[in-house]
């Protein structure tokens, strides 16, 4: 089985910072694409940043340029660096990744979420 533990949420200020990181553990293959997607009250969950295997990275308009998302494979970690938050990305944050378990079993999985809260 594969896990993914999600931590870095809370409550931060607007204008604040904050970093989301995932790990990835279990039976593992070969780590895909990773990313994170993000759910408010009310709305459809949706992407906010993935990562693919050659690092190449895709990013939703409402956070380019505010938001970076990186990997470290020899941890099967990704990383969510938020800085300039504004209310509006206040949701739960969850981590996902496509992941081989085994050479011929491909899979996507899911963290169970992280609370950003924007707020003054």
């Known amino acids: 089985q594969v896990q993914l533990v999600e931590s870095g949420g809370g409550l931060v200020q607007p204008g604040g910072s904050l970093r989301l990181s995932c790990a990835a553990s279990?039976?593992?293959?070969?780590?895909?694409?990773m990313g994170w997607y993000r759910q408010a009250p009310g709305k459809q969950r949706e992407l906010v940043a993935a990562?693919?295997?050659?690092?190449?990275?895709r990013y939703a308009d409402s956070v380019k340029g505010r938001f970076t998302i990186s990997r470290d494979n020899a941890k099967n970690t990704v990383y969510l660096q938020m800085n300039s938050l504004k209310p509006e990305d206040t949701a739960v944050y969850y981590c996902?990744?496509?992941?081989?378990?085994?050479?011929?079993?491909?899979?996507?999985?899911w963290g169970p979420g992280t609370q950003v809260t924007v707020s003054s």
């Open positions: 996902n990744a496509n992941i081989n378990s085994k050479w011929y079993q491909r899979d996507d999985y």
């Open positions: 279990g039976s593992i293959f070969r780590v895909n694409t």
């Open positions: 990562i693919f295997s050659g690092d190449s990275t």
